[in-house]
C-alpha cells in the first residue's frame, strides 16, 4: 500500500469514497471503512509510537481516496517525496494537494523537478529489459529523467536528517532542512550540485 498506506496508518483517514473505489475492487468488501475517520475506532487504531513518517509519492488525492477530514487526522511530522511530473499519483491535485491538506502537523515537501512517480526506484530486473517487452514494464521501475543512483543518494541525505531530527533528537541536522527557496547554495551539497529540486515545509495549525 506504498506511500498511502504509511499515511493512512500515521493518522490520515480515508475518505467515502475511497472505501467505494476499492469495495468496487474486491467484491464489495468494505474492510478499509474502518480506517476511516467516520469509524470509531479509527483514531484508537493509531499506533502512538509512530513519531514521523517519509512518504515517497503517496497515491490517491486524484482519485478521491483523501478528503480534507481524513488528511487533517495526520500529526505526526511528516517528509513527502514527489516528482513534478509524476503521471501516476499526479503532483498539483496529488502529492502537493496532500502536502497542502496536511494542515496539523509540520510537514516537508521535497520535489524532484521532471522527475515522474518512481523517486525511490529500485533497478529494474532483467527481466524488463528483455528485447521486445513493452516500455510499460520497464518504467515500472526505471525514473525516465533522473540517474537513479542520484535519487537513492539524494533520498538517503534528506531522510537521514529528517529522522534524525525526529527519531533521534539531533537538532544539529535541522540545518539540511532550512533551506530558503531561493538558495544558490544548500547545506550539505558540493557547488553547483543542489540543483533540480524544491524543498517545501508548512507548519502545523
Keep these: 500500500m506504498g506511500g498511502y498506506g504509511a499515511i493512512n496508518v500515521a493518522g490520515a ?25 467516520a469509524d470509531p475506532g479509527y483514531e484508537a487504531s493509531i499506533d502512538p509510537r509512530i513519531k514521523a513518517v517519509v512518504a515517497f509519492a503517496p497515491w490517491g488525492m486524484a482519485r478521491g481516496i483523501w478528503d480534507a477530514e481524513g488528511l487533517a487526522g495526520l500529526r ?5 517525496v514527489a516528482g513534478s511530473m ?14 497542502e491538506g496536511a494542515i496539523h502537523t509540520d510537514r516537508y515537501l521535497l520535489t524532484y523537478l521532471n522527475a515522474r512517480h518512481n ?6 530486473p532483467a ?4 528485447p521486445g517487452l513493452h516500455l510499460d514494464e520497464y518504467l515500472r521501475y526505471a ?28 537538532q544539529g541536522y535541522q540545518r539540511y532542512l532550512e533551506i530558503e527557496p ?9 557547488p553547483r550540485t543542489s540543483v533540480g529540486m524544491e524543498l517545501r515545509f508548512a507548519e502545523g495549525e
Excluded at 13 to 37: C, E, I
Excluded at 76 to 80: E, I, S
Excluded at 119 to 124: G, H, L, R, S
Excluded at 127 to 130: D, F, H, V
Aim: proline letters at 7%; a negative charge; glycine letters at 8%.
Design 13 to 37: 483517514g480515508y475518505s467515502a469514497r475511497a472505501v467505494d473505489f476499492f469495495a468496487s475492487m474486491t467484491k464489495g468488501n468494505r474492510a478499509l471503512a474502518q480506517r476511516t475517520w
Design 143 to 170: 525514473e525516465p529523467a533522473w540517474d537513479q543512483r542520484r535519487l537513492n543518494n539524494l533520498n538517503q541525505h534528506f531522510v537521514t536528517a529528517f529522522l534524525g531530527i525526529h527519531l533521534k533528537d539531533e
Design 76 to 80: 505526526v511530522p511528516t517528509f513527502f
Design 182 to 190: 531561493d538558495a544558490g547554495e544548500w547545506p550539505g551539497f558540493k
Design 127 to 130: 527481466e524488463a529489459l528483455r
Design 86 to 99: 509524476d503521471d501516476i499519483s499526479g503532483y498539483e491535485d496529488g502529492i502537493k494537494a496532500i502536502y
Design 119 to 124: 523517486v525511490a526506484p529500485n533497478p529494474p
